[in-house]
């Protein structure tokens, strides 16, 4: 469990796809640049900023629960920094659901 079920290869867009993902990844704690490479171009598909957002192709709960306990959002810069404007009523309204 936790593998792939056949050889991957790295695609030629390889290098891109890493610069991508490290550039739209700089101002987050955590998240997870789901992105494409078609026809030699890099395209966004989305941003996950929680553990366990989406389906996870690892089928192993202990990992998983491993994963959500070390990445404590209540600790990320996002909660710890105040916040102006709708970022602030989000922050509450987390801070209140992480309680």
Request: glycine share 6%; net charge negative; hydrophobic share 40%.
């Amino acid at each position: 469990s936790g593998e792939l079920s056949a050889d991957v290869s790295k695609p030629p867009e390889w290098d891109a796809l890493v610069a991508t993902a490290l550039a739209l990844s700089q101002e987050f704690d955590f998240v997870r640049c789901d992105l494409y490479a078609i026809n030699g171009e890099v395209y966004l598909s989305e941003l996950t900023l929680y553990t366990l957002g989406g389906l996870a192709w690892v089928d192993d709960s202990e990992l998983n629960e491993r994963y959500t306990r070390l990445w404590d959002l209540r600790q990320s810069w996002f909660m710890r920094t105040p916040q102006r404007g709708w970022r602030r009523l989000y922050v509450q309204a987390l801070d209140r659901l992480l309680q």
